[in-house]
Protein backbone atom coordinates (compact mmCIF):
# COMPACT_ATOMS: atom_id res chain seq x y z
CA UNK A 1 0.00 0.00 0.00
CA UNK A 2 3.11 2.41 0.96
CA UNK A 3 4.28 1.90 -2.45
CA UNK A 4 0.92 2.77 -4.45
CA UNK A 5 1.23 5.97 -1.84
CA UNK A 6 4.24 6.53 -3.52
CA UNK A 7 3.58 6.45 -6.94
CA UNK A 8 0.39 8.34 -6.08
CA UNK A 9 2.39 11.24 -4.54
CA UNK A 10 4.47 11.28 -7.60
CA UNK A 11 2.36 11.05 -10.08
CA UNK A 12 0.81 14.50 -8.16
CA UNK A 13 3.82 16.00 -8.43
CA UNK A 14 4.47 15.04 -12.08
CA UNK A 15 0.86 16.85 -12.68
CA UNK A 16 1.32 19.81 -10.73
CA UNK A 17 4.04 20.51 -12.82
CA UNK A 18 2.85 20.14 -15.66
CA UNK A 19 -0.44 22.27 -14.62
CA UNK A 20 2.58 24.76 -13.74
CA UNK A 21 3.79 24.55 -17.58
CA UNK A 22 0.25 24.61 -19.31
CA UNK A 23 -0.58 27.81 -17.51
CA UNK A 24 2.93 29.53 -18.32
CA UNK A 25 2.13 28.35 -22.08
CA UNK A 26 -1.52 27.38 -23.26
CA UNK A 27 -2.78 30.43 -24.18
CA UNK A 28 0.41 31.77 -26.43
CA UNK A 29 0.30 28.08 -28.02
CA UNK A 30 -3.39 28.44 -28.24
CA UNK A 31 -2.92 31.60 -30.21
CA UNK A 32 -0.33 30.29 -32.29
CA UNK A 33 -2.65 26.96 -32.95
CA UNK A 34 -4.89 29.11 -34.16
CA UNK A 35 -2.37 31.24 -36.48
CA UNK A 36 -1.35 28.24 -38.21
CA UNK A 37 -4.73 26.94 -39.21
CA UNK A 38 -5.91 30.36 -40.31
CA UNK A 39 -2.73 30.91 -42.27
CA UNK A 40 -3.00 27.59 -43.61
CA UNK A 41 -6.36 26.99 -45.16
CA UNK A 42 -5.97 30.57 -45.79
CA UNK A 43 -3.32 29.88 -48.14
CA UNK A 44 -5.26 26.89 -49.36
CA UNK A 45 -7.58 29.13 -50.92
CA UNK A 46 -5.31 31.38 -52.70
CA UNK A 47 -4.89 28.37 -55.29
CA UNK A 48 -8.33 27.05 -57.15
CA UNK A 49 -9.43 23.86 -56.77
CA UNK A 50 -7.44 22.99 -53.94
CA UNK A 51 -9.91 23.92 -50.62
CA UNK A 52 -12.65 21.35 -50.26
CA UNK A 53 -15.07 24.56 -49.11
CA UNK A 54 -14.08 26.76 -52.10
CA UNK A 55 -17.29 26.20 -53.83
CA UNK A 56 -19.35 27.12 -50.78
CA UNK A 57 -17.47 29.64 -49.48
CA UNK A 58 -17.26 31.26 -52.65
CA UNK A 59 -21.22 31.25 -52.98
CA UNK A 60 -21.75 32.38 -49.16
CA UNK A 61 -19.20 35.35 -50.04
CA UNK A 62 -21.13 36.30 -53.06
CA UNK A 63 -24.83 36.39 -51.02
CA UNK A 64 -23.07 37.99 -47.61
CA UNK A 65 -21.59 40.80 -50.26
CA UNK A 66 -24.86 41.09 -52.57
CA UNK A 67 -22.85 40.26 -55.50
CA UNK A 68 -20.51 42.39 -54.92
CA UNK A 69 -17.50 40.15 -54.94
CA UNK A 70 -18.30 37.04 -56.85
CA UNK A 71 -15.85 34.20 -58.16
CA UNK A 72 -12.61 33.99 -57.71
CA UNK A 73 -12.34 37.71 -56.19
CA UNK A 74 -14.86 36.18 -53.84
CA UNK A 75 -12.45 33.45 -53.44
CA UNK A 76 -9.17 35.77 -52.99
CA UNK A 77 -11.24 37.98 -50.69
CA UNK A 78 -11.48 35.09 -48.11
CA UNK A 79 -8.43 33.71 -48.53
CA UNK A 80 -6.65 37.64 -48.19
CA UNK A 81 -8.49 37.46 -44.84
CA UNK A 82 -8.12 34.15 -43.18
CA UNK A 83 -4.08 34.92 -44.04
CA UNK A 84 -4.15 38.14 -42.51
CA UNK A 85 -6.01 36.63 -39.64
CA UNK A 86 -3.30 33.72 -39.67
CA UNK A 87 -0.60 36.39 -39.48
CA UNK A 88 -1.78 38.31 -36.82
CA UNK A 89 -2.38 34.97 -34.42
CA UNK A 90 1.09 33.93 -35.37
CA UNK A 91 3.16 37.18 -34.86
CA UNK A 92 1.00 38.13 -31.87
CA UNK A 93 1.18 42.12 -33.47
CA UNK A 94 -2.09 43.91 -34.27
CA UNK A 95 -3.54 41.05 -32.63
CA UNK A 96 -6.76 42.39 -31.55
CA UNK A 97 -7.67 43.91 -35.00
CA UNK A 98 -6.36 39.84 -35.65
CA UNK A 99 -9.30 38.82 -33.62
CA UNK A 100 -12.36 41.24 -34.69
CA UNK A 101 -11.22 40.20 -38.46
CA UNK A 102 -11.70 36.54 -37.37
CA UNK A 103 -15.13 37.32 -35.61
CA UNK A 104 -16.19 38.93 -38.75
CA UNK A 105 -14.97 35.61 -40.72
CA UNK A 106 -16.58 33.67 -38.37
CA UNK A 107 -19.56 35.18 -39.03
CA UNK A 108 -19.02 34.61 -42.65
CA UNK A 109 -17.73 31.19 -41.97
CA UNK A 110 -20.71 30.02 -40.24
CA UNK A 111 -23.72 31.44 -42.41
CA UNK A 112 -23.69 28.39 -44.47
CA UNK A 113 -25.67 27.03 -41.62
CA UNK A 114 -28.64 29.39 -42.09
CA UNK A 115 -28.18 30.30 -46.02
CA UNK A 116 -27.72 26.99 -47.32
CA UNK A 117 -28.77 24.32 -44.92
CA UNK A 118 -30.50 22.43 -47.94
CA UNK A 119 -27.27 21.34 -48.98
CA UNK A 120 -25.49 20.97 -45.19
CA UNK A 121 -27.91 18.46 -44.05
CA UNK A 122 -28.77 15.49 -45.40
CA UNK A 123 -32.54 15.76 -45.88
CA UNK A 124 -34.13 11.98 -44.27
CA UNK A 125 -31.96 12.15 -41.63
CA UNK A 126 -31.27 15.90 -41.41
CA UNK A 127 -27.24 14.62 -40.54
CA UNK A 128 -24.54 16.85 -41.37
CA UNK A 129 -22.79 16.89 -44.70
CA UNK A 130 -19.15 16.18 -44.12
CA UNK A 131 -19.11 20.18 -45.10
CA UNK A 132 -21.96 21.19 -42.60
CA UNK A 133 -18.84 19.44 -40.46
CA UNK A 134 -16.16 21.79 -41.51
CA UNK A 135 -18.33 24.73 -40.74
CA UNK A 136 -19.47 23.49 -37.29
CA UNK A 137 -16.22 23.34 -35.58
CA UNK A 138 -15.68 26.48 -35.88
CA UNK A 139 -17.49 27.05 -32.45
CA UNK A 140 -14.22 25.89 -31.29
CA UNK A 141 -12.15 28.57 -33.01
CA UNK A 142 -15.15 31.06 -32.15
CA UNK A 143 -14.18 29.27 -28.25
CA UNK A 144 -10.39 29.63 -28.70
CA UNK A 145 -10.73 33.69 -30.07
CA UNK A 146 -12.48 35.03 -26.99
CA UNK A 147 -9.93 33.07 -24.61
CA UNK A 148 -7.34 34.62 -26.67
CA UNK A 149 -8.74 38.17 -27.11
CA UNK A 150 -9.66 38.25 -23.28
CA UNK A 151 -5.84 38.54 -22.37
CA UNK A 152 -6.49 42.42 -24.17
CA UNK A 153 -7.02 43.60 -21.03
CA UNK A 154 -5.18 41.49 -18.40
CA UNK A 155 -6.85 38.41 -18.37
CA UNK A 156 -4.33 35.68 -17.13
CA UNK A 157 -4.62 31.93 -15.89
CA UNK A 158 -3.35 32.13 -12.80
CA UNK A 159 -1.48 28.81 -11.20
CA UNK A 160 -3.07 27.66 -7.29
CA UNK A 161 -1.91 24.35 -7.50
CA UNK A 162 -3.80 21.48 -5.77
CA UNK A 163 -3.02 18.09 -5.43
CA UNK A 164 -4.34 15.76 -7.90
CA UNK A 165 -6.45 13.94 -5.07
CA UNK A 166 -7.89 17.06 -4.10
CA UNK A 167 -9.85 18.09 -7.53
CA UNK A 168 -10.86 14.88 -8.75
CA UNK A 169 -13.99 14.93 -7.13
CA UNK A 170 -14.50 18.64 -8.44
CA UNK A 171 -16.35 19.33 -11.88
CA UNK A 172 -14.37 22.88 -13.35
CA UNK A 173 -13.16 25.56 -11.53
CA UNK A 174 -15.55 28.41 -10.79
CA UNK A 175 -14.77 31.15 -12.78
CA UNK A 176 -17.51 33.10 -12.37
CA UNK A 177 -17.05 33.50 -8.51
CA UNK A 178 -14.20 34.76 -9.15
CA UNK A 179 -15.44 37.54 -11.59
CA UNK A 180 -17.59 38.55 -9.14
CA UNK A 181 -14.92 39.57 -6.10
CA UNK A 182 -13.06 41.54 -9.16
Known amino acids: MKTLTNLFT??????TSINRWLVAHSIALLRIGMGIVFFGFGILKFFPGISPIEDLATRTTTVLTFGILSGHSAMVFVAGLETV???CFLTGRFLRVGVWLMAAQMIGAMSPLVIFPGELFL?????????A???IKDIILVAAGMVVASTWTGARIVAQPQSLRSTLPKQVPNVERSLQTA
Not at 123 to 131: D, K, R
Request: proline residues 5%.
Open 10 to 15: QFDRLD
Open 85 to 87: IGV
Open 123 to 131: SSTHAPTLA
Open 133 to 135: QYI
